[in-house]
């Protein structure tokens, strides 16, 4: 068995015309926080889509823990162990945050330990135990990504992709919901995917980055190597863009 959890290798995923990605590869290692950094529409959902079997994969090949998963349906994909909270946390706004969680996780199992799963989660997100009457809908933002994630939790995958996680959030809850994911990913040996518009918050957290960009990866490397930002700005913008610090917050 080789240390890498999920490998993508040179896929192009074509929407009709439109080319979303082209000869892409990416690997994730057993227990890696990996964040894919690009700006709009480079591709970062459709490569979290290709990994869940929701994207037309045109070619290349996609593995989980060395198993081929290249055009394998969603559902089996996820009953494999890869959990995918899109972006815009999706939540049933008029079910409760327990309710939430338990749909999520009778999925797989019986309703027993899906009780003890609802635990599981609470005791990573307080917040929620707060809020576990409430209907989803009355939530605060972050309080809704926190609940998104408990919904992956729930099923108990060994791969957890999110997709933008720190969109509309203000700075203190994305470091929050981070610390989070960071003390599950301890706990429980998880492995995270991450998708973010912005690498500012990200460096700290993430182990290794890929800079994506009109569907081509510009750039692989780990975190450490890359705080300064520079190499980073560059293959974000294509260019050598001396304002670039500002625009990119
Ligand atoms: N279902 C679809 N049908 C047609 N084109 C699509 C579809 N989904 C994505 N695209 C196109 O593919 C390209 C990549 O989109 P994608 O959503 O993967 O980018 P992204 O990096 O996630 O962008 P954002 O930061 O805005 O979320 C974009 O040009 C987008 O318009
Ligand atoms: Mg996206």
Same mark, same amino acid.
């Given at each position: 068995?080789?240390?890498?959890?999920?490998?993508?290798?040179?896929?192009?995923?074509? %929407?009709?015309?439109?080319?979303?990605?082209?000869?892409?590869?990416?690997?994730?290692?057993?227990?890696?926080?990996?964040?894919?950094? =690009? &700006?709009?529409?480079?591709?970062?959902?459709?490569?979290?889509?290709?990994?869940?079997?929701?994207?037309?994969?045109?070619? =290349?090949?996609i593995?989980?823990?060395?198993?081929?998963?290249?055009?394998?349906? &969603?559902?089996?994909?996820?009953?494999?162990?890869?959990?995918?909270?899109?972006?815009?946390?999706?939540?049933?706004?008029?079910?409760?945050v327990? $309710?939430n969680?338990?749909?999520?996780?009778?999925?797989q199992?019986?309703? =027993?330990?899906?009780?003890?799963?609802?635990? #599981?989660?609470?005791?990573?997100?307080p #917040?929620?135990?707060?809020?576990?009457?409430?209907?989803?809908?009355?939530?605060?933002?972050?309080?809704?990504?926190?609940?998104?994630?408990?919904?992956?939790?729930?099923?108990?995958?060994?791969?957890?992709?999110?997709? $933008? &996680?720190?969109?509309?959030?203000?700075?203190?809850?994305?470091?929050?919901?981070?610390?989070?994911?960071?003390?599950?990913?301890?706990?429980?040996?998880?492995?995270?995917?991450?998708?973010?518009?912005?690498?500012?918050?990200?460096?700290?957290?993430?182990?290794?980055? %890929?800079?994506? #960009?009109?569907?081509?990866?510009?750039? $692989?490397?780990?975190?450490?190597?890359?705080?300064?930002?520079?190499?980073?700005?560059?293959?974000?913008?294509?260019?050598?863009?001396?304002?670039?610090?500002e625009?990119?917050?």
């Amino acid at each position: 068995m080789s240390n890498t959890i999920l490998s993508l290798s040179h896929i192009t995923v074509r %929407y009709g015309q439109m080319t979303a990605l082209r000869d892409a590869s990416i690997h994730v290692d057993k227990g890696e926080v990996v964040c894919i950094i =690009g &700006p709009n529409g480079a591709g970062k959902s459709t490569m979290l889509a290709a990994a869940a079997g929701g994207a037309p994969v045109v070619s =290349g090949n996609i593995q989980f823990n060395d198993k081929a998963i290249t055009g394998v349906a &969603p559902e089996k994909i996820a009953r494999l162990g890869i959990s995918l909270v899109p972006e815009g946390r999706h939540v049933f706004g008029s079910l409760t945050v327990e $309710e939430n969680l338990q749909i999520a996780g009778y999925i797989q199992k019986d309703s =027993g330990q899906a009780k003890q799963d609802v635990e #599981r989660v609470l005791t990573y997100f307080p #917040r929620l135990r707060e809020r576990l009457k409430f209907p989803a809908g009355r939530l605060s933002g972050g309080e809704q990504q926190m609940l998104a994630i408990g919904r992956a939790l729930m099923t108990r995958a060994k791969l957890i992709m999110v997709d $933008e &996680p720190s969109l509309g959030l203000a700075p203190k809850i994305i470091d929050q919901i981070y610390q989070i994911l960071l003390d599950i990913r301890r706990t429980e040996g998880l492995t995270l995917l991450i998708n973010e518009q912005s690498s500012s918050r990200i460096l700290k957290h993430a182990d290794r980055i %890929y800079v994506l #960009r009109g569907g081509v990866i510009q750039l $692989e490397g780990r975190a450490a190597d890359l705080a300064d930002g520079e190499a980073i700005r560059e293959a974000y913008f294509g260019f050598q863009h001396s304002d670039a610090r500002e625009t990119q917050q």
